[in-house]
T-cell receptor, first 119, second 112 residues
Framework: KAGVTQTPRYLIKTRGQQVTLSCSPI?????VSWYQQTPGQGLQFLFE???????NKGNFPGRFSGRQFSNSRSEMNVSTLELGDSALYLC??????????????????FGNGTRLTVT | DAKTTQPPSMDCAEGRAANLPCNHS???????VYWYRQIHSQGPQYIIH???NNETNEMASLIITEDRKSSTLILPHATLRDTAVYYC?????????????FGQGTTLQVKP
């Protein structure tokens, strides 16, 4: 079974630009979560999509948005990039919704991430 | 979520079993123990999880003590490719949505 696939693997953008990252979950998984990982802040939750609806959201500004398609593939968009947005962006899929008191016994499977560098 | 404590680093000889301990003394009855690992510049890789019974899969075994206050991840025949940071985390019904606090983890160095 293919794992979680994220594209592109690396991106270099300039401040003020926008970027779209893509994630294909494991076949059959309907939950897709996005995380930002930096050396200083560790792993921070951005949002989770399940059945094309955003179900949970972390504490990130509105510049960070996402969507999920009917085939469970997901995209994340960051507008008006800032230097501080430089990070490894990780997508994780699961067979069940992860929040709202359920899904805690179902593992998240991560992709290898997209390394975004903002200059 | 219960807090976990792991040693910062461990060494293991290639071909030998690697035993990685984790303390989670405040774990609740319905919280699961998960293990992930992360190799530099890659995403975290799910290894195994369990509630109270010992678990085994193709990657590793998870031994949870009877009182559930600690657990051990066992890689039966470590290879150089198992060199990574290993994270033990606890998740339950009250876990913050999607939030995974990986902590500092244990850096496992497998040596030839």
């Amino acid at each position: 079974k293919a794992g979680v696939t994220q594209t592109p693997r690396y991106l270099i953008k300039t401040r003020g630009q926008q970027v779209t990252l893509s994630c294909s979950p494991i076949s059959g998984h309907r939950s897709v979560s996005w995380y930002q990982q930096t050396p200083g802040q560790g792993l921070q939750f951005l949002f989770e999509y399940f059945s094309e609806t955003q179900r949970n959201k972390g504490n990130f500004p509105g510049r960070f948005s996402g969507r999920q398609f009917s085939n469970s593939r997901s995209e994340m968009n960051v507008s008006t990039l800032e230097l501080g947005d430089s990070a490894l962006y990780l997508c994780a899929s699961s067979s069940t919704l992860q929040g709202q008191g359920i899904g805690y016994n179902s593992p998240l499977h991560f992709g290898n991430g997209t390394r975004l560098t903002v200059t | 979520d219960a807090k976990t404590t792991q040693p910062p680093s461990m060494d293991c000889a290639e071909g030998r079993a690697a035993n990685l301990p984790c303390n989670h003394s405040t774990i609740s009855g319905n919280e699961y123990v998960y293990w992930y690992r992360q190799i530099h510049s890659q995403g975290p890789q799910y290894i195994i999880h369990g509630l109270k019974n010992n678990e085994t899969n193709e990657m590793a075994s998870l031994i949870i003590t009877e009182d559930r206050k600690s657990s051990t991840l066992i890689l039966p025949h470590a290879t150089l490719r198992d060199t990574a940071v290993y994270y033990c985390i606890v998740r339950g019904p009250s876990s913050n949505t999607g939030k995974l606090i990986f902590g500092q983890g244990t850096t496992l160095q497998v040596k030839p």
